[in-house]
């Protein structure tokens, strides 16, 4: 065995993790920057993503491995941002408050300090287990999908009680072959119901765990995020592709975690830090086709919040949420390997 050989290759996949995690860091920074000087215009959706972040990156540094000749740079860094975050989202709770109130009292939860928490270790999906076709179109509305959440969290305006059981949020959230934000929700309801300690009420019997089902989940979503790769990142999917990598990375998969994903959401974020409807590296507008996209094929946010430049609450704050599970993943991981395409 060459044990220099050894040596080598495990310094180079030092170096390498160590430039990812400054480059994530700097990329976060800029958004935490944006994010401070602009709180009072993000909604709750936009709010949540950095919720998510500020939650990811106190189990970074909980959980720390890094070693590199940076590292006590970047925990000191990631320390400062956790402060940052905590403060602007607490600031930002005030204005949504005021300005959504009915919609901050159901999901108020969602932002909590201690609401978001992970697990350790690292999985990868399973190619058998994609669906062989899908809906072409959505299983199921956002008014729905909110009903279902909020009887989760026990904040559903009729019955204050968390875990409500309903067959309608059952079936609904455990049907196959959803396309796309469907498939994104019901992957988030599952976290919620771990999160909430009310997982029994998705079993299907016992050869269907909740684990298997969040496995066929991203199993799928995986296959979604390389058709959009494929078709070189269009502009109306880039806020779902980097849904799926904040979801997923969040409950350990790791295939999600490749290095030219990681690389297209960094040269994505506008230099104020925030995310934009267009992109800003092209030399022009979004095609008559994509512009048509946009209205019949994205999700329709009615609480997303337009912003100056172009930016948008919901993508900054899905794209932070999608640099945060990164950023565990190349903190905790001691000289990590590519992720191979399923």
């Not at 189990?59 to 940052?84: C, E, N």
């Not at 995986?222 to 109306?236: C, G, S, T, V, W």
Request: aromatic share 10%; net charge positive.
């Amino acid at each position: 065995m060459n044990f220099a050989l050894i040596a080598i290759t495990a310094l180079g996949l030092a170096s390498a993790n160590e430039v990812e995690i400054n480059n994530i860091i700097s990329t976060i920074e800029k958004a935490v920057h944006y994010f401070e000087i602009n709180h009072e215009q993000f909604n709750l959706d936009g709010s949540t993503g950095f919720c998510i972040l500020r939650a990811l990156m106190k189990d970074t540094l909980t959980r720390w491995s890094h070693s590199g000749p940076g590292a006590i740079s970047q925990q000191t860094k990631l320390q400062d941002l956790v402060l940052k975050t905590d403060v602007a989202v607490r600031k930002n709770m005030k204005e949504i408050k005021l300005q959504e109130p009915s919609y901050f009292e159901v999901f108020q939860p969602l932002l909590a300090d201690n609401f978001w928490t992970f697990k350790a270790g690292w999985m990868q999906t399973d190619s058998k287990l994609v669906y062989p076709e899908r809906r072409n179109t959505a299983c199921f509305g956002e008014n729905s999908s909110d009903r279902c959440m909020s009887q989760l969290l026990g904040t559903w305006k009729d019955y204050r009680v968390p875990c409500l059981n309903t067959a309608n949020c059952r079936k609904m959230m455990t049907t196959v072959n959803c396309p796309n934000y469907s498939l994104s929700h019901q992957l988030l309801y599952l976290i919620i119901a771990e999160i909430k300690n009310c997982t029994d009420i998705v079993k299907l019997g016992k050869a269907v765990s909740i684990q298997h089902l969040k496995k066929v989940y991203c199993t799928n979503m995986m296959k979604i995020n390389l058709e959009i790769e494929d078709e070189d990142f269009p502009l109306h999917r880039r806020d779902l592709f980097m849904e799926n990598i904040m979801l997923c990375g969040m409950i350990g998969y790791s295939d999600f975690f490749k290095t030219q994903w990681l690389e297209a959401i960094i040269s994505w974020q506008n230099p104020t830090g925030c995310y934009l409807k267009i992109d800003l590296g092209r030399s022009v507008q979004p095609t008559v086709m994509e512009r048509n996209a946009f209205t019949k094929h994205k999700r329709v946010k009615r609480r997303d919040r337009l912003m100056s430049d172009n930016c948008t609450s919901h993508l900054t704050g899905i794209a932070v949420g999608a640099l945060g599970v990164f950023l565990r993943f190349h903190g905790i991981s001691q000289n990590v390997r590519e992720p191979q395409n399923i």
